[in-house]
């Protein structure tokens, strides 16, 4: 199993940038694609973006692209969203999550964080 703990979410300013966090405890992480999600309210869940185990690979929905970079580090046990450009329409509360499998292509998400609010002023 895999535990999650995200952090970095905070008002800020549009145009702004901001950095999540996601620690992940459990001996799986490695070998996990990991994404992120979000959602705002009245709103369902919606993807932002995924990274295979190894990090080669990722992948990014349109809304983020260009603004939005995701990593991490297996060492370390944690994932990381860099957050550029911000817009209002980024607010929302993000997830962080660890899918079954080792790839982003048909990834399903089994694990998840609690959420980090992230709110973006205009």
């Known amino acids: 199993q895999v535990q999650l703990v995200e952090s970095g979410g905070r008002l800020v300013q549009a145009g702004g940038s901001l950095r999540l966090s996601c620690a992940a405890s459990?001996?799986?992480?490695?070998?996990?694609?990991m994404g992120w999600f979000r959602q705002a309210p009245g709103k369902e869940r919606e993807f932002v973006a995924a990274?295979?185990?190894?990090?080669?690979?990722?992948d990014y929905a349109d809304s983020v692209k260009g603004r939005f970079t995701i990593s991490r580090d297996n060492a370390k046990n944690t994932m990381w969203l860099q957050m550029n450009s911000l817009k209002p329409e980024d607010t929302a509360v993000y997830y962080c999550a660890a899918a079954l499998g080792s790839f982003i292509n048909g990834a399903h998400y089994s694990y998840w964080g609690q959420g980090t609010q992230v709110t973006v002023s205009s």
């Open positions: 459990g001996r799986t992480f490695g070998s996990s694609a």
């Open positions: 990274i295979s185990w190894s990090g080669y690979s990722t």
